[in-house]
């Protein structure tokens, strides 16, 4: 299935049937590689939230990769129906790689992801952190803007897979002492009073 326009794709998703597996304890897996579509280059943009540079030997081994083993990996996008057009969640390299100044491909192999802003953005930090890369201050930005769009700590930190302490940690980074509002602390020390022998003892 080859796309080249908006119309195009509203017609075939409203009819393409979706793939799922079924997992443990009655989980049910989407697969959405099953539905690989080709889409024309022009339609597909990077996101705004993840930036990510490698160097220049591995783009050239990533590649010789496609051109040895072909492009076995789609590129996992949303369809943004504003912007009528695919934005990256993962595979920004293998999408840059398709571009005129590598092998230069008018199609781009796509799995389409149905999320929204939050759960695109959960997800690209899922799949960096998958890989064992992620950076601190991207992270933190993500925690933050996840929490401004209303998303709550305990969910933050269940889809991230981090503990409390680090969401807090990484809001500690943002510098933004407005998304503390809400966290309730317990006092790590407090002063207290007692008669001592040889006069007053403060601990």
């Excluded at 075939?12 to 049910?28: C, F, I, P, S």
């Excluded at 943004?80 to 781009?108: C, K, N, S």
Aim: charged content about 25%.
């Amino acid at each position: 299935m080859r796309i080249d326009t908006a119309e195009q794709y509203l017609a075939y998703a409203a009819q393409v049937q979706h793939v799922t597996l079924d997992g443990k304890r009655k989980m049910t897996i989407n697969v959405p590689c099953v539905n690989t579509i080709l889409v024309r280059r022009s339609m597909v943009v990077a996101n705004t939230y993840n930036p990510n540079h490698v160097s220049d030997d591995k783009m050239q081994l990533l590649r010789q990769s496609i051109v040895d083993n072909g492009f076995a990996f789609p590129v996992v996008v949303i369809w943004d129906a504003d912007q009528e057009l695919f934005v990256v969640v993962d595979g920004f390299h293998r999408y840059t790689i398709t571009g005129p100044d590598w092998l230069d491909m008018g199609y781009v192999p796509v799995a389409v992801l149905e999320h929204d802003v939050s759960k695109r953005m959960i997800a690209t930090w899922q799949f960096n952190k998958a890989r064992g890369h992620h950076e601190v201050d991207v992270d933190a930005d993500l925690i933050r803007t996840l929490i401004e769009q209303g998303i709550g700590e305990d969910e933050i930190a269940e889809h991230l897979g981090i503990d409390m302490d680090t969401v807090h940690r990484y809001k500690q980074v943002t510098g933004m002492a407005a998304l503390f509002a809400n966290t309730q602390y317990s006092m790590s020390w407090r002063m207290t009073e007692t008669e001592a022998e040889d006069g007053m003892e403060v601990r």
